[in-house]
């Protein structure tokens, strides 16, 4: 009978684990699929950034044509990102990019026609909004990835990960706070 | 980091169980008066079914009710491509699956509200006068408030306990009437019956819960409605790291608040601002916390935009120990840096200069006095008025008006020089020697300024672009 019990009590205390260790798993799971989802969603923005920016240059070219060597730097650098693989050659690429687009931006500036076209506007608003997607994207890519990493890392998600072979990711950073804030023009 | 809002939401269910209790007290005292001794569960089964009732008809129609309500109509992208762009940015930030509905009312006054028990179902409207009104970065703060209180699911949480309340408030309304008209005769009833002294206690038991309980429970309603406010905001410093945007469209749109038409008490809680208590001052029954204090939170910040930071600035604001978010945050240490302000279009910057230079002139012509303000007003006062002191009109800070007399007769009183530079364009905030915290607007461009406290005069170095 006491046998019985301790059987019992034993085969209800492998259960009881076995259902904590599923329970952590799929926490662990849902983590790492929030983290590719977000991945996706900073894909999703760098691509519409690629797709604005033909019709960008198309647009200034028409009011600042000379500016050969800057135009040609945004299409460089475009061309650069969208060709480029892996987190940190394609962060590489990105900031490159986003330094050839505010230079574009400053030149921009001593044109007052082009600043008055209402297509050009329209242009700049879809522009400030991607960048700001962008952002905001990575922001949120980079918190999942802290939650994920961190969670992998404490007891007891750490066992469960190391077993079944969760590591972490890595953050996705385009440029720090300083090269990301647009240069003033001061006369 | 997204557990921190997990404690907050652990109380508020705790005040949905209270009011739950009180619900169910409620209705089993009526039923003992009704039929004393075997009425008092029928009575918790009838309070009971009129909240079932009254949760059906709110969960099936709500949300639809009350955009027809406010007379929101709604639009697409090519409406409004700015708004819908900010939308989409915060839905992005938020790590909200699906972006919300976006409807636009034709109002004048600048507000904004969401709805939608489910973040899949959800909808925010936005005045027209808000977008008018707003730049960039106050709609993307106001956008993020609303978009944090689907993300916290404020608008499931505040359905249910405002059904809650109506229950409780229908129950108590019916029982008070059905004593005041038609109560003598029964009292004399069922004594006959021989409850004796067990029976009356029970009258006066329900009586006293009748009174109360709506109280009671429209208190703790108004308690969840606030600290929801206070949440959202944190959310939306987080989702936007741009704690000022939101400062500055909750000043902008607490002046004007008043003036919403298509209000309606059963929507004004849900506002970003109340629009029937904008002007009022703090009290027990408000929906919202003061926007003053709300924007000061906002503003002491201090360039950080985490929750943890919110939480911080929240206790220096209100000089407690007790926080708004929960104490879990603080352990986690979520704090994350702010962001630098969107630059406005160059050409709209420039306008606005070259107005202020006319002024100023016609202002110097004039022999006005000008007194700047921390919150970055510069308040305009003719050189014969009588009063001594002026109140901001944007903060309400209360300014002493200098005379020019008074400035020269006591040369011993000379007060200490101080000297403050600036970093750079952004709010800043910095201690005056007497210990008094002074907060500093990037609109501020005075030379100098007086510390409210001790009086003495700050020389402000490097302010303004323009010099």
């Keep these: 009978m006491a046998l019985l019990i301790a059987l019992a009590v034993g085969l209800g205390m492998i259960v009881l684990l076995a259902l904590w260790f599923f329970a952590i798993y799929n926490g662990l799971v849902r983590l790492r699929q929030e983290v590719k989802n977000s991945w996706a969603q900073i894909d999703v923005q760098l691509k519409r950034r690629h797709d604005l920016i033909p019709n960008l240059v198309e647009t200034v070219k028409g009011y600042a044509g000379h500016e050969k060597t800057t135009l040609e730097e945004v299409v460089k650098a475009r061309a650069a990102a969208v060709s480029a693989q892996g987190v940190d050659a394609r962060g590489a690429a990105e900031r490159g990019l986003s330094g050839a687009l505010g230079r574009l931006m400053l030149i921009v500036e001593q044109y007052p026609d082009l600043k008055a076209n209402q297509n050009f506007l329209a242009l700049q608003e879809e522009l400030t909004s991607t960048e700001n997607k962008i952002g905001f994207s990575r922001q949120y890519y980079n918190d999942s990835v802290m939650q994920y990493n961190t969670r992998i890392q404490v007891v007891p998600a750490n066992v469960v990960a190391g077993m079944c072979q969760f590591r972490s990711e890595t953050f996705f950073e385009i440029e720090d706070q300083a090269e990301r804030a647009v240069p003033q023009v001061k006369f | ?467």
């Design chain 2, 1 to 467: 980091m997204w557990e921190a809002i997990r404690s907050n939401r652990r109380r508020s269910w705790w005040l949905i169980a209270i009011m739950g209790v009180l619900l169910v007290c409620l209705g089993t005292a009526i039923g003992l008066v009704v039929a004393y001794p075997h009425g008092g569960l029928p009575g918790a089964g009838i309070a009971l079914l009129v909240w079932l009732v009254l949760w059906l008809i709110a969960v099936s129609q709500g949300e639809n009710i009350l955009l027809s309500l406010a007379k929101a109509r709604r639009i697409e992208r090519a409406d409004a491509p700015q708004l819908w762009n900010v939308v989409e940015e915060m839905t992005i930030a938020s790590g909200l699956k699906s972006m919300p509905k976006v409807y636009i009312i034709d109002d004048n006054a600048p507000n904004a509200f969401a709805v939608g028990r489910r973040p899949e179902r959800a909808a925010l409207a936005v005045t027209a006068g808000l977008l008018k009104r707003l730049n960039r970065d106050e709609l993307q703060g106001v956008i993020a408030h609303e978009i944090g209180h689907i993300h916290n699911l404020d608008v499931r949480f505040m359905t249910i306990a405002s059904v809650m309340v109506g229950s409780i408030v229908l129950i108590a309304d019916g029982f008070l009437r059905a004593l005041w008209y038609g109560g003598g005769g029964r009292r004399s009833r069922s004594s006959s019956r021989g409850g004796g002294y067990a029976q009356l206690i029970i009258l006066g038991v329900a009586v006293l819960l009748a009174i109360l309980a709506p109280l009671c429970a429209q208190l703790l309603y108004f308690a969840c409605s606030r600290r929801r406010e206070y949440l959202a905001d944190a959310s939306a410093a987080r989702f936007t790291r741009y704690p000022p945007g939101l400062a500055a469209a909750l000043e902008k749109i607490s002046r004007r608040a008043g003036q919403t038409k298509s209000t309606n008490r059963a929507v004004a809680p849900l506002y970003v601002v109340n629009p029937l208590q904008a002007k009022a001052k703090f009290n027990l029954f408000s929906t919202h916390p003061p926007t003053e204090q709300r924007v000061r939170i906002l503003r002491s910040m201090g360039g950080r935009a985490g929750y943890a930071d919110y939480e911080a600035a929240y206790r220096e604001v209100h000089g407690g120990k007790r926080g708004c978010i929960g104490a879990a945050t603080l352990e986690s240490g979520d704090s994350v840096a702010a962001r630098a302000a969107t630059p406005e279009p160059a050409a709209k910057q420039q306008a606005v200069e070259r107005a202020r230079e006319v002024t100023d002139l016609l202002d110097r012509i004039a022999n006005l006095i000008l007194i700047p303000c921390l919150c970055g007003v510069r308040i305009k006062v003719p050189p014969n008025l009588k009063r001594d002191t002026v109140a901001c009109p944007r903060c309400g800070r209360a300014h002493a008006v200098p005379r020019v007399e008074a400035a020269t007769a006591k040369p011993g009183q000379a007060p200490r020089a101080m000297r403050y530079a600036r970093k750079g364009g952004g709010w800043e905030s910095f201690k005056c020697s007497c210990g008094h915290g002074i907060q500093l607007s990037p609109a501020f461009s005075a030379p100098y300024l007086d510390c409210p406290k001790c009086r003495c005069r700050i020389e402000i170095v490097g302010s303004g672009s323009s010099s």
